[in-house]
């Protein structure tokens, strides 16, 4: 029987520590762990995709 991909095998998204440093919603890690346990950028202090400065 065939499997997927293991859910922890997933890549961690690296964040921008020094954006990361100050924020109190992830407290400076950058990354955030959802409901579902997945790592998401946090989208308090990390740019967005298009690099405009906005959050994701």
């Given at each position: 029987?065939?499997?997927g991909v293991p859910h922890?095998?997933?890549?961690i998204p690296r964040p921008d520590?020094?954006?990361a440093r100050d924020c109190e919603h992830c407290?400076?890690?950058?990354t955030?762990?959802?409901?579902?346990?997945e790592?998401?950028?946090?989208?308090?202090?990390?740019?967005?995709?298009g690099g405009d400065g906005t959050a994701v």
């Amino acid at each position: 029987m065939a499997h997927g991909v293991p859910h922890h095998a997933l890549p961690i998204p690296r964040p921008d520590l020094g954006l990361a440093r100050d924020c109190e919603h992830c407290l400076g890690w950058g990354t955030v762990v959802t409901r579902d346990g997945e790592h998401q950028l946090c989208h308090t202090c990390q740019p967005g995709p298009g690099g405009d400065g906005t959050a994701v």
